[in-house]
């Protein structure tokens, strides 16, 4: 039996050798383009060819007006500062940038970044580590809850915990990160609320209010 | 019983595969790997969406399949298997069977099904599928792949015109990994391109952003490249790498992060090349989605979308165009959901619509899935000559069954009379 087995297996050997031997592929081929194909745009620069344009908004309108927007004669941002809030300029990264509480140390901001800025999973668990929570899996990202931004469904992280934030700075205690985060392949969207979580907790309508009226101006 | 002794001298090897290939056993064991590899990759399909799945089982020699997420199973995979029992119907069934006319009915349904094995053959290797969207007034031939991506290099004149491209296919690209790296020749240009680590999926990120902390590679123009684990949904992709061009003498090095985000999202964009010189002259990178032509071309005229009263869904889409061959208008058509335009082996879907935020009265454009299978009818005439085989079989089986049921009945009836 064994004998058998072994002269199958010898036998078979050539036409697995032969099947395992992938055809070389043609590497680099030259062809015409059509006319269609000659067709491009010219980026200015690496963050228009990456369709990263971020626009302050809030400081082109000189801050605190609402509800704002950019009107640099394309698509910009419009929004309206919840009462009690402040508006401060914007940043290289902050398309619009909140404050509120009595020392401004509660913060609302809206960033973009050029395709879906690293994933859903990523920037949740990035979030989450800030505030000292473990890591969330894909399912658990998957079913967290929705909320409407800019008529789509986008994806709702809530955390309590102490807030690191970006730096490494130390951590701030029971702080609240309030945030929405719209990812699609064209781009990614998050708007991020952090402050003390007594007062996160009682801005979250203004939250709300603040994230029903964003909106894109097309003229 | 003395067992007949096998000669297994070289000579006798072509009898001894024949008897292998045409055995009932390598029947069975190849229907049993194919169960399991079926199994493990509607398994992996979960996790992994239908082109990995398919990519990793079905189109391919071998699979390494991890049981249990940990120990490594070596099976064979779709492509072997599917060889294997093409031979194996071929000689077994159809070759080494005895031929009789009861056999007839056999014989006919594994022809059947070995045409089926040859139809799925050709589609893998002969078809193609790609879409082609149009805003009204647009024309065009070209039909572009859903998944595929390429590096397309342009030499461009200094108002950007470019008339050839020399193109880095997928295949050569998906081989490189995120870690690896690759020096590709360009015949004909004076520059060398390295490819260094080929993301299927990612975004670029500015250093300034805190998501850049977790990019790989070098900032360059001030951005890292992010890889995000590939979508379930192969088309979602954005493939992205790091491109060196290096002029031939060593002399010169343009180093730049190349990302599909700058081709186009949307049928009226522009792609967006990167621009760069080596040895005085200009040139263009991008990475554009694979691309082929259909012998005619197809111009939109009007696009028709009804939405359902009061909210934003589609009710119905489609599209009137005019297939123009040698630059003259040759036909007008329509193409509707369900009834597509089938033209010289092509058949135009109406696929879809955009832009996907498109509010009414905006401009839209229509998108048509574009298919060309040479082998297109073969599993329909296959089942038919399988079917007919069947039948054969079944009424040759039921004579017979009948014919003894009457011959067993007058026997009994002369038992009975003697």
Redesign the interface.
Known sequence: MI??IS??AF??APL?FI??CRKK?N????????P????????K????????TTRSSASQNGGGKSPSAASQGSPSLAYKTPRGWKEIPGS??RDINLTFGKNGEGECYL?R???????L???VN?WRKQMGAPPLSAEEVAALPKKTLF??SATLVDVTGNFGG?GGADAKKNYRLLGLILSF??G?IFVKMTGPKALVDSNTSQFDQFVASLDVNHK | MAKSK?D?SPKN?PR??FK?FSSYGLAALVLLFMTLITLFGTYYQVDHGLVAAKRKYFHS??VVHELFGKVPLILPGG??LM?MLFVNMVLGAIIKVRKRWRGAGLLISHSGILMLLAGGYVTYAFSTDGYMALYPGMK???VESYRDWQVEI?PVTAD??????????T??LE?IGENGSRT?????LPLDVAIKGWARN?????V????SA??RGKA????KL?T??PSKKAE?N?PGCHAEFLSQDGKEKVE??L?S??YR?DAG???????FEIGGKKF?ALIAKKSW?VPFEVRLDKFIFERHPGVSMARNYESRITRIEKGEPDKAVEIKMNEPMRYEGYTFFQESYGPA?ARPGDRMYSQFAVANNPSDQWPLYALIVTGFGLAIHFLIKLFGFISRARRSQVAQRKDSVS
């Open positions: 004998h058998r002269t199958a036998l078979l697995i099947s395992s592929v590497d680099v081929t030259v062809r015409p383009l059509s269609a194909e000659q067709d491009f745009k010219i980026p620069n690496t963050a228009e060819r990456f369709r990263y290289a990264m960033t970044l050029p395709g879906s800025g690293g994933g999973l990523a920037n990035r008529h789509q970006m392949d064209t990614a | 096998i297994w090897w001894l595969l292998l020699f071998f492509m072997t060889a065009s031939n070209r342009m950007h015109k470019a008339e050839k491209m020399w193109v880095i296919p295949a050569s081989g590709f020749t360009l015949p004909g990612a975004s670029p990120i500015p300034s952003a805190p998501m977790q990019a360059i123009d001030g951005f992010f995000q684990p979602q954005v730049t992060i990302w985000g700058s999202f964009e522009k792609p967006m090349p990167f621009l263009a032509t935020d």
